[in-house]
């Protein structure tokens, strides 16, 4: 249960930091912007492993890192830009 909590609060910020920084208006209400949090984050995190060669290694990887945190938000971003195209 904790860690649904993390994924709809980590989902928010970045979310909301996307709409922030994708110039032009983005209207979504909570939980699209919740939901475009989320698919950002799954979709940064494989951009990331595609360009950095596989995935993160080491015995005690955190989840909350800034470079994650700025792949998200790009990732969320790169989603708006695509829904935009098709819409």
């Known amino acids: ?20 920084f994708y110039p032009g208006p ?3 209400g909570a939980i699209g912007t919740i939901v475009l949090g989320i698919a950002g ?7 990331s492993r595609l ?5 993160a290694t ?3 990887v955190s989840p909350f ?5 700025i792949g998200s938000v790009v990732g969320g ?3 708006i830009f695509v829904v935009g195209l098709l819409t």
């Open 65 to 69: 890192q800034p470079a994650g945190i």
């Open 1 to 20: 249960m904790g860690q649904v909590i993390s994924y709809v609060v980590v989902g928010l910020i970045v979310g909301v930091l996307a709409r922030f």
């Open 77 to 79: 971003m790169l989603l």
């Open 51 to 55: 360009v950095g060669g596989g995935k």
């Open 58 to 60: 080491g015995t005690n």
């Open 26 to 28: 983005v209207p979504l």
């Open 41 to 47: 984050s799954f979709l940064g995190g494989y951009l």
